[in-house]
């Protein structure tokens, strides 16, 4: 019987995925939060209805426009690849 690579792929743990991608999605909640303590409202059009989708980070798509809006965009860190984890709040704040 041949071995099957993907059944033996190196796993992650739980730990392990909770260090890796748990505390960045916090981070990105708190920012959300941070940014619009009312909730969401696009900034092209001002709708509040939204859905959900990741492109590498979690964005808002606006339903009635379109626009897609991160956690940092429009802000100076806009363009980083960094982990939000070590970015500052004050860094992201609008
Ligand atoms: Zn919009």
Redesign the pocket.
Known sequence: MTMNKVQFQKGLSLDGFLKKYGIEAQCEEALAVARWPQGYQ?P????KRVAMTHNGRRLWE?L????QCSAIAGTVMETTKLPLRILRLSEVGS
């Open positions: 696009c092209r059009c001002a709708c606006c009635d426009c379109g626009y």
